[in-house]
């Protein structure tokens, strides 16, 4: 092995700096966001995904506990090979009626499903120029990458950018518009409308990642999309489990020759284990529940509410006030670092540091995700205990951007 100790070295050198540490938690059934950890007893967590606390929510346990007992623990293969449960077939089911769309395919995350799903609809259409957000997801642009087709990267939300790049391309050539509807680490919505109204000038089909408002936004919570009324007008819409849903998995939703053609294609689909039954038979009921109460969003929406406006009387800078993710721009690796591990020891409450990769270097952020769970007393508190720790580590203080705009 010797050979091997100078590239040792150095790769050690090179993760020193972006090392993760990772906070081991022990969610507290039924009293989430409380959960347990090994060093810091008790906490609150201000970071999940699980924004509308479906992950605990009654019905999804019940239909996760009687699908164990039906089924059992695992799938028992892939999707083409033995592993189809009528539980799968079922939430695409219920996920193509959710958005309106002919067909849906089930991935295992929402990872697989961008890069499974882009890497076959952009790479087996013939010389397919694809229109890319600047800062779409990482599985965005490692579908798109796979897929070898031709990438036009437009700047963030940036429609006169994406409309003269459209126009650079020769008329006749088929295009694909990709974009998120809610940024993940800013938090702030793309001009769907503008989006729309480009690809239907330049004839182009559209692809658009609901990760973060699927549940959260729109009639029933199918998304921004239909919250603006305009669904149909995107050919394929991508969204998670793991967050509205509070469960694990992504899918893909859209005509049935795309989706057909995603079934017979897509590596990340077809070469691997499919998801437990009880696991999709608990995101069915999540769904299910979602498409029918307004309850969580409502919450949701009056939490983030409450947040934006506490933070902003504090002056303590955020990226945008248009949705739940609210992104704390702290500005400092280490300083977010500090920031993060002085909320946990002196208040117990959790909030991850986001740094690089994830976020650009010098825009690193604490992503704070209040929840339809979180009780506004709750929000209260998170805010004054930010507030404390902000001016003890003498961190920046200033307004929101002019241009943006409130949450609806």
């Keep these: 092995m010797s050979e091997y100790m100078d590239f040792f070295a150095r790769l050690a050198e090179e993760t020193a700096e972006r090392k993760r540490e990772f906070l081991q938690l022990g ?151 990709v974009t998120e509807s809610v940024h993940s680490m800013r938090g702030d919505v793309a001009p769907l409308a503008r989006i729309a109204d480009l690809a239907r000038r330049y004839d182009a089909v559209t692809f658009l990642d609901e990760v973060h408002a699927v549940g959260m936004y729109g009639p029933q919570g199918a998304g921004i999309a239909a919250r603006e009324g305009i669904a149909s007008s995107f050919t394929l819409v991508m969204g998670t489990l793991a967050k509205g849903f509070g469960m694990t998995g992504g899918y893909v939703a859209g005509p049935t020759v795309l989706m057909d053609a995603v079934r017979a294609f897509a590596r990340s689909f077809i070469f691997t284990t499919a998801l437990p039954p009880a696991v999709a038979a608990g995101a ?39 949705t739940h993710i609210v992104s704390v721009l702290v500005g400092e690796d280490r300083l977010c670092k500090r920031m993060s591990a002085r909320l946990l020891e002196g208040y117990g409450i959790y909030v991850q540091a986001v740094n690089a990769p994830s976020v ?49």
């Design 360 to 408: 650009p270097a010098g825009e690193e952020i604490l992503r704070v995700a209040p929840s339809a769970v979180h009780e506004p007393a709750a929000v209260r508190e998170f805010a004054a205990a930010l507030d404390t720790v902000w001016s003890e580590l003498k961190a920046p203080r200033g307004s929101l951007p002019r241009e943006v705009a409130r949450l609806p």
């Design 27 to 177: 969610r507290v059934a039924g009293r989430f966001p409380a959960a347990g950890t090994t060093h810091h007893g008790e906490i609150a967590v201000w970071c999940s995904n699980d924004y509308l606390g479906m992950g605990q929510h009654p019905k999804v346990l019940a239909a996760m506990k009687d699908a164990v007992d039906e089924y059992g623990a695992g799938s028992g293969g892939s999707r083409n090979i033995g592993g189809t449960n009528h539980c799968h077939v079922a939430l695409e089911e219920e996920l193509a009626a959710l958005h309106g769309k002919e067909d849906a395919v089930l991935f295992t995350s929402g990872y697989s499903a961008n890069e499974g799903a882009l890497s076959v609809l952009a790479g087996r259409i013939d010389d397919c120029a694809v229109f890319s957000d600047q800062l779409n997801h990482a599985s965005i642009i490692d579908g798109l990458r796979h897929s070898g087709a031709e990438k036009f990267i437009y700047r963030h939300n940036d429609c006169a950018h994406l409309e003269e790049l459209l126009a650079s391309v020769d008329a006749g050539r088929p295009k694909l518009v």
């Design 284 to 322: 069915l009921a999540a769904v299910r529940h979602l498409r029918g109460s307004e309850q969580e969003r409502e919450r949701l929406a009056v939490n983030a509410r409450l947040l934006h406006g506490l933070l902003r009387e504090r002056g303590i800078p955020f990226l945008s006030d248009r």
